[in-house]
């Protein structure tokens, strides 16, 4: 099986800095935490929000501390209500090791 890198390019922290370049760790497992429908007087949209664990490349966990993992990336979806993609947000704790930033 061959593993390729997860990029994400362009982020802006919450401290409104950029990052040209943030390589993911090659294993991800993604969890399901919240679902949500909006609605608003124009639009209806559909939200999944996710958390992101790393594993290494053998399987088994980075960490022991599972709530320390999913903290560190976040994703968020949004649909609207044809299922069409509409706009999606990463929440990540910067600071984690398990990173490879570009500036």
Known sequence: ???????????WDEQDEYYETITLPRTLKA???S????ITHEESFLQLKFFLIAYAVDGIQM?????????NMILVLVYNENLE???ENW?????????KIQF
């Open 1 to 11: 099986m061959k593993l390729s890198d997860y990029k994400i390019c362009g982020y």
């Open 31 to 33: 969890e399901l935490v």
């Open 35 to 38: 679902s949500s429908i909006g």
């Open 63 to 71: 960490a022991n501390n599972n709530v320390s993992i999913k903290s």
């Open 85 to 87: 993609f509409i706009d």
């Open 91 to 99: 929440l990540l704790d910067i600071d984690s090791s398990m990173f």
